[in-house]
């Protein structure tokens, strides 16, 4: 099993649209679980980090499911703006690596 | 903008070269740790500096090597490259080596010819 695996995409979606991504890990060792969000030839940026309680910040909202292994990011209403590869992150079990998939692109059209 | 910056920008090199990657870390971030995103791919850890010293390698070959200055910057040295080392080179600074947020600087992307 690899260490991360997204569904690549791409996600085509409308103005409007509600999108959820997946992603799983095997390392249950693994402390910390974030999502980023990478531009086209830019540095990957922190959306927001992913608590086992569910986390929201506007549109966006964050789980994580220890037990099966997987974080999950929703974006509600999507904005043009919102075009980018989302990255689904976590780190090493000693917690000085973040460790990366390969990302999940998502398209807004008008 | 986070701060953190690499130079240069963009590189082309040739197989077999040398090349040296430069990082200046964030503002009081004593930790720098270096990625290797392919075309397509996810970053990749390559190694982690904490106070001038390694803290943490990935699975790379020993002809990718590093160093850190006493002001925290950071470089990256790759040795007898080869085609496969084309990528962007993220260079990421902390406060802390563990489980701190990591600021990304906008990388370096080295074409191998």
């Known amino acids: 099993r690899k260490e991360v695996e997204q569904d690549p995409g791409p996600f085509n979606v409308p103005e409007g649209a509600t999108v959820a991504f997946n992603c799983t890990y095997s390392?249950?060792?693994?402390?910390?679980f974030f999502w980023y969000r990478q531009d086209c030839r830019k540095e990957p940026k922190l959306l927001m980090s992913?608590?086992?309680s569910g986390n929201e910040d506007g549109r966006f909202t964050a789980q994580l499911n220890r037990a099966s292994q997987y974080i999950s990011l929703l974006i509600r209403d999507s904005k043009l703006s919102d075009s980018a590869t989302y990255l689904c992150?976590?780190?090493?079990?000693?917690?000085?690596?973040?460790?990366f998939g390969k990302g999940t692109t998502l398209s807004v059209s008008s | 903008e986070t701060g953190v910056t690499q130079s240069p920008t963009h590189l082309i090199k040739t197989r077999g070269q040398q090349v040296t990657l430069r990082c200046s870390s964030q503002?009081?971030?004593?930790?720098v740790s270096w990625y290797q995103q392919a075309l397509g791919q996810g970053p990749q850890f390559i190694f982690q500096?904490?106070?001038?010293?390694?803290?943490g390698r990935g699975n790379f070959p020993p002809r990718f090597s590093g160093l850190q200055f006493p002001n925290y910057s950071s470089e990256l040295n790759v040795n007898a490259l080869e085609l496969d080392d084309s990528a962007l080179y993220l260079c990421?600074?902390?406060?802390?080596?563990?489980?701190?947020?990591?600021?990304f600087g906008p990388g370096t992307r080295l074409t191998v010819l």
């Open positions: 990421a600074s902390s406060l802390q080596r563990e489980g701190g947020e990591q600021f």
């Open positions: 390392n249950s060792a693994s402390q910390s």
């Open positions: 992913v608590y086992s």
């Open positions: 992150v976590f780190t090493n079990q000693a917690g000085t690596a973040l460790i």
């Open positions: 503002s009081g971030h004593n930790t």
């Open positions: 500096y904490y106070r001038e010293e390694e803290n």
